[in-house]
């Protein structure tokens, strides 16, 4: 199962770098795009954002599991 964590920490790291994950993943996702544009440049690519997005909700439930 770390793997699994592991895999998913290296797919966002390749999206945005090592630290992006750091800065953004306990922000509500209006927060994050504004800082990932703070960071980034205000061009960034939006399709780019939703993968990176998809791979940190995934992440926060590797994290924070789903009540039994």
Not at 50 to 64: A, K
């Amino acid at each position: 199962m770390k793997d699994q964590l592991e895999d998913l920490i290296d797919a966002a790291c390749d999206l945005y770098g090592n630290y992006s994950i750091y800065e953004v993943i306990d922000l509500v996702r209006s927060s994050a795009i504004e800082r990932m544009m703070e960071m980034y440049g205000q061009e960034i690519d939006m399709e780019k954002v939703e993968r990176y997005f998809s791979i940190l909700d995934q992440i926060c439930e590797w994290r924070d599991p789903a009540p039994l």
